[in-house]
Structures are given as C-alpha cells and as structure tokens.
C-alpha cells in the first residue's frame, strides 16, 4: 500500500518561503507520476505542480515561476519549493502519486490514486 506524508506547511507573511516534503513508502520502483494539489475553504481542488519519473514538471500558471516542484528518488520525497508566496496560495497542500502513465506529469485529480493527508499553508497579507 502506497503512503504518502506531507511536512513543511506553517504560517508566513506575504513574500516568504515555504518548502514542502512529501516522504512516500509502500512502493518499489520509482517509476511514478507525482503531484501537489491545493484546495482552499469552498474552492475545489487544483493541481499546482506535478513531476514524472524523468523530472519533467509541469505548473499550474499562478505559481509558474514561484514555485518549484523536485524529487530525491533515492529517499524517495517529493518537495515543494515555494517562493514569493501570496495570500491566495493559502490553502491545504496535498501530496498525490500514481504509476506512470503516457498522461504524465498530469495535474488532473482524476489521474492519481493515492493521497496524503495534507499540511497547511497560510500566507498573511
């Protein structure tokens, strides 16, 4: 069974820095998609970053630039390098993975079975 466990959320005022970790266990190869989604209070779910096993990222446009999404396959974490943060990044951050498929590095929900528990993010103005 895949597990994933996000860490590095907290409370920062506008401008600052945040670096996400998401340490995944229950799988042997590192040949998998992964993602971190947000969703804030009433708003759905989006994809903000995902990454395939090659390292090719993909972004949502309002964090292109701020935000960084990376891998250490040997440790098997996913981070979340995030830069210049806003008010409206606030949000519950999500870590997501599923095996490779030709759809990846996908940031659709749908394309992903397993989810961590999520770690906050609050940015003040």
């Known amino acids: 069974q895949v597990e994933l466990v996000e860490s590095g959320g907290g409370s920062v005022q506008a401008g600052g820095s945040l670096r996400l970790s998401c340490v995944a266990s229950?799988?042997?190869?590192?040949?998998?998609?992964m993602g971190w989604f947000r969703q804030a209070p009433g708003k759905e779910r989006e994809g903000v970053a995902a990454i395939d096993s090659a390292g090719v990222a993909r972004y949502a446009d309002s964090v292109k630039g701020r935000f960084t999404i990376s891998k250490d396959d040997a440790q098997r974490i996913l981070y979340l390098q995030m830069n210049s943060l806003k008010p409206e990044d606030t949000a519950m951050y999500y870590c997501?993975?599923?095996?490779?498929?030709?759809?990846?590095?996908?940031?659709?929900?749908?394309?992903?079975?397993?989810w961590g528990q999520g770690t906050q993010v609050t940015v003040s103005s």
């Open positions: 997501a993975a599923n095996r490779w498929s030709l759809r990846c590095p996908s940031r659709m929900e749908s394309d992903y079975s397993y």
């Open positions: 229950g799988y042997e190869d590192s040949d998998y998609c």
